[in-house]
């Protein structure tokens, strides 16, 4: 590659960089105001919830106990636990909570949480007549006013809708950290992109999908971040994901390291391939059909190679080091540039996610926890190598320890 072919790409792959997170920063102006609430849905529609779980004997009776407080017709929601090639008591605890225990095991059934929830899925259509599905995990909670939420989103024409997401522990540091960093990418992400009409992130937990949607886009078996491989799917197809503000769902965070890396590891590897599946075809959307949300979802899609890419851009700098480039040249060029670029970059770091966590009413302990999160990030180089030699079938269960009750949530 000649000189001059460095320092071009070297400034492309800069602007590029520098375009994408200017981009979300300017997305997330919208934050600083809040959404409309939809109207009731009226609350006839029916609904399966299903809880796919390996091994989650400790807190799948939390789980089901948290779906049958949930302030709905009883009549008109059904809970189903798969209990996928379990060897503890999960089924058993499942079927005492009051759950439809679905066996996932057995000759022909391999473990894994996307070929359960596939499995699952279309045995529940099978049992009977649904309007809406609704997804969550072992160690999840659901506020009780989760299923009118989403029962108003389906009314208001979403055929696909993701709740927010809160931690249900926060007694630990690192899961403080975490916790913290939910509570910035509700106001500053997820908010944002519903008010401009861009299709929200999905969680694994605290989904919903209209039956028809369920039926026409089966969970893949393979992926490691099955949640992540269907949102990108939908948007592909067009279907846009809401995000429900009211449609509360409580998740556990890692309390320790090794529950960290663990998790950490099995979302790089799924981020990875779910961007080697769809990026072409997001793009390809995004330009051919003119579609914001398809650009937006190969963006997203594409920080799963940031490190890559920033480390590119970084050694491409150096080699053209005495070449041109823009940001050199802007920093040069503009009046006050030295300041303002140390503005930007004390603003998406700190006075941001400040503003995004008294907005959001956090107590002292997450704000003071959030900004601890740069020590986390020293584990990105180890996390991104191990996801990248890690293989798709190797899934790395996270264990569950948290003993949280949705009564020690809310009132």
């Known amino acids: 590659m000649g000189k001059l072919s460095v320092v071009i790409l070297s400034n492309l792959v800069q602007v590029l960089l520098a375009a994408s997170g200017l981009f979300y ?46 302030r709905y017709p009883r009549e008109l929601f059904d809970v189903y636990v798969i209990a996928d090639h379990c060897s503890d008591g999960t089924a058993a605890a499942a079927a005492a909570a009051g759950a439809r225990v679905l066996d996932h095991s057995g000759p022909g059934l391999k473990a894994g949480k996307g070929r359960a929830l ?20 072992a160690d999840s909670l659901a506020h009780p006013d989760f299923l009118a939420a989403m029962d108003a989103e389906l009314e208001a024409g979403a055929a696909a809708v993701q709740g927010r997401q809160l931690a249900k522990n926060t007694s630990k540091l690192i899961s403080r950290i975490l916790a913290a960093g939910h509570l910035v990418t509700n106001r500053f992400f997820q908010l944002p992109k519903q008010a401009v009409g861009l299709s929200a992130t999905l969680h694994g937990k605290g989904m919903c999908f209209t039956a028809d949607v369920a039926r026409r886009f089966p969970w893949d078996e393979t992926c490691l971040t099955e949640d992540l491989e269907m949102q990108m799917r939908l948007i592909r197809h067009g279907v846009r ?64 190679f940031r490190f890559v890419t920033a480390s590119a851009a970084a050694g491409l700098l150096w080699f053209s080091r005495d070449s041109f480039n823009v940001f050199v040249w802007l920093y040069g060029a503009l009046p006050g540039a030295e300041h303002a670029m140390k503005a930007l970059s004390l603003v998406p770091l700190l006075l941001y996610p400040a503003a995004a966590l008294l907005l959001e009413g956090a107590s002292p302990g997450l704000l003071a926890a959030y900004f601890l999160q740069p020590a986390l990030s020293l584990l990105r180089l180890p996390v991104f190598v191990a996801g990248v030699f890690r293989g798709t079938e190797l899934w790395g269960r996270t264990e569950h320890t948290s003993r949280v009750a949705i009564a020690d949530l809310v009132e």
Do not use: M
Request: net charge positive; with cysteine; glycine share 10%.
């Open 118 to 137: 596939k499995w699952a899925t279309a045995r529940v259509f099978e049992a009977g007549r649904y309007d809406a599905l609704c997804y969550f995990d």
């Open 25 to 70: 920063l300017l997305l997330s102006f919208r934050g600083f105001r809040g959404l409309k609430a939809p109207a009731p849905g009226g609350g006839k529609r029916r609904f399966a919830l299903l809880v796919p779980a390996h091994d989650e004997e400790g807190v799948i009776g939390f789980a089901v106990e948290s779906l049958f407080r949930l």
């Open 241 to 304: 994901i809401s995000w429900s503000r009211e449609a509360v769902v409580y998740d556990e965070e890692p309390e320790n390291l090794s529950q960290y890396l663990c998790r950490t590891i099995r979302w790089t590897r799924g981020s990875l391939d779910t961007a080697r599946r769809h990026l072409p075809g997001l793009f390809a959307r995004a330009f051919g059909k003119a579609d914001p949300r398809a650009l937006e979802g190969g963006i997203y899609s594409a920080q799963a």
